[in-house]
């Protein structure tokens, strides 16, 4: 069964600091996406970034990166420059042929 | 605009009430999703319907039951809600080409049963 960890319950970033959100999963799958969504506070749930298993290259959006590796079923969420605005939760995903699995949620706090 | 809609966005209600919670819409997506997920915790999978007539629970034991009668509408209903209803319900769709999509969520119903 396919299962998505987000070991970091809560993070804390300074203003215009980078912080670095942590996921894992597990799969016996070889083709699938994964997603990164945030969730501001009282506001709807939006895509930050998604990755497709197959490329090897790392996805970027903008401030937003992540570090996908495979093998070691990592796929962590980088934030530069971080805003008061990155203040959220964020939830990391999993898509599958027959699954979407989301992770447990992180919130991050960013201090001015 | 493409977009998708659930209301009431907040509804306080009494113990033993009926009550439909609504969510369409306007993307032509066919899938769709309802989650659970108290203030600032993880999402719980309810119900899922990847197109009309068909419908699925999700991972974790609901009460609720959903119908998809158009592609557009997929409403959650509690025959008589208790205080263990009481959180935020929020929909979402994905389009056609498999379950890699996005999902795509609405603004969410925050269930209050008293």
């Known amino acids: 069964a396919q299962t998505v960890t987000q070991s970091q319950p809560e993070m804390s970033v300074q203003e215009a600091e980078t912080v670095t959100l942590s996921c894992t999963y597990d799969t016996s799958e070889s083709d699938y996406y994964l997603f990164w969504y945030k969730q501001p506070p009282s506001r709807q749930m939006i895509l930050v970034i998604r990755?497709?298993?197959?490329?090897?290259q790392n996805a970027t959006e903008n401030r937003f990166s992540v570090n996908f590796q495979k093998a070691a079923k990592s796929f962590s969420l980088k934030i530069s420059d971080s805003q008061l605005g990155d203040a959220a939760m964020y939830f990391c995903?999993?898509?599958?042929?027959?699954?979407?699995?989301f992770g447990t949620g992180t919130r991050l706090k960013v201090l001015a | 605009e493409a977009d998708i809609y659930q209301t009431p966005r907040y509804l306080v209600i009494g113990t033993g009430k009926k009550i439909t919670l609504e969510c369409s819409q306007t993307?032509?997506?066919?899938?769709m999703y309802w989650y659970q997920q108290d203030p600032g915790m993880e999402l719980h999978l309810i119900h899922y319907?990847?197109?009309?007539?068909?419908?699925e629970k999700g991972d974790l034991s609901s009460e609720s039951t959903v119908s998809r009668i158009r592609t557009e509408h997929f409403p959650l209903t509690l025959e008589s809600a208790r205080p263990s209803h009481t959180s935020q319900y929020l929909c979402?769709?994905?389009?056609?080409?498999?379950?890699?999509?996005?999902?795509?969520f609405g603004p969410g119903t925050r269930l209050t049963v008293l």
């Open positions: 995903a999993y898509s599958g042929t027959y699954k979407y699995i």
């Open positions: 990755q497709e298993a197959y490329k090897q």
């Open positions: 993307m032509g997506h066919d899938k």
């Open positions: 979402a769709s994905s389009g056609a080409g498999g379950p890699f999509n996005e999902q795509f």
């Open positions: 319907s990847y197109g009309v007539n068909s419908t």
